[in-house]
């Protein structure tokens, strides 16, 4: 079964110190995975994404996030939070269903809560 | 990057009505398009999966007559809460898949603003 995990439900973070959102995953075959960022009352805003190469993958609004294979996670960092960070993060797995098509697999996310 | 449209933002109806939710790729053709519910502080939940030109396929425990989903055209998704109760209250996203030079399936997804329905 494919399946992607967030342990946390929140994560509190003072400005200006480093952040670290958990994800582990579960898939077969190589896994191509996804972090998006979620404001209330919006959609979801795309912030980056692994699909091969270099592990630690850089993504938008000075996000990054580092694949692991061995450990099946990939953990969103940034290594100085800011208030208007706080928001609603989804890491995704792209897996297969039947149809022949792939989709998105998410996690139950993460609130970041950044305090002054 | 691509821009997802959907409309309305929110929607109040009462019980017994339908409401349609339009999701528009405006920069790029999406063959493929994806309906989400997300409920309360919880995670999102693939409804159906949009192919234009053809069926939608629902997942598991989705109800098809209850989500009325049609792909006309290349740029457009509508879905259609037939007989709305207040239980179909919640909060909709769709996506759009914007196709890459590989494989149609390996394209980046986008995703709408979402569109809350509230039912009377």
């Known amino acids: 079964a494919q399946s992607v995990a967030q342990p946390e439900d929140q994560v509190n973070v003072a400005e200006g110190n480093p952040l670290t959102v958990k994800c582990t995953y579960s898939?077969?075959?190589?896994?191509?995975l996804f972090w998006y960022v979620q404001y209330p009352n919006r959609g979801l805003q795309f912030l980056l994404k692994y699909i091969t190469g270099d592990n630690l993958v850089k993504g938008s609004y000075g996000f990054e996030a580092e694949f692991n294979k061995s450990q099946t996670s990939f953990h969103l960092k940034k290594p100085s939070a800011l208030v208007s960070d706080s928001a609603l993060y989804f890491c995704a797995v792209r897996g297969m269903f039947s149809g022949g098509y792939n989709k998105l697999i998410f996690g139950a996310g993460t609130r970041l809560a950044v305090h002054p | 990057g691509a821009v997802v449209s959907q409309h309305p933002s929110w929607v109040i109806c009462k019980s017994g009505t339908s409401v349609k939710i339009e999701c528009r790729s405006l920069d790029f053709q999406a063959t493929t398009m994806f309906w989400y519910r997300q409920f309360p502080k919880q995670s999102l939940m693939l409804m159906a999966t949009?192919?234009?030109?053809?069926?939608?396929?629902?997942e598991q425990g989705v109800e098809k007559d209850k989500f009325l989903i049609n792909h006309a055209s290349l740029t457009l998704s509508t879905l259609t809460v037939t007989s709305a109760h207040p239980e179909d209250s919640s909060f909709y996203i769709c996506?759009?898949?914007?196709?890459?030079?590989?494989?149609?399936?390996?394209?980046?997804?986008?995703f709408g603003e979402g569109s809350r329905l509230t039912v009377l």
């Open positions: 949009s192919n234009e030109g053809s069926k939608a396929t629902y």
């Open positions: 996506s759009a898949r914007k196709p890459s030079g590989r494989a149609p399936t390996y394209g980046e997804l986008f």
């Open positions: 898939v077969s075959g190589n896994p191509y």
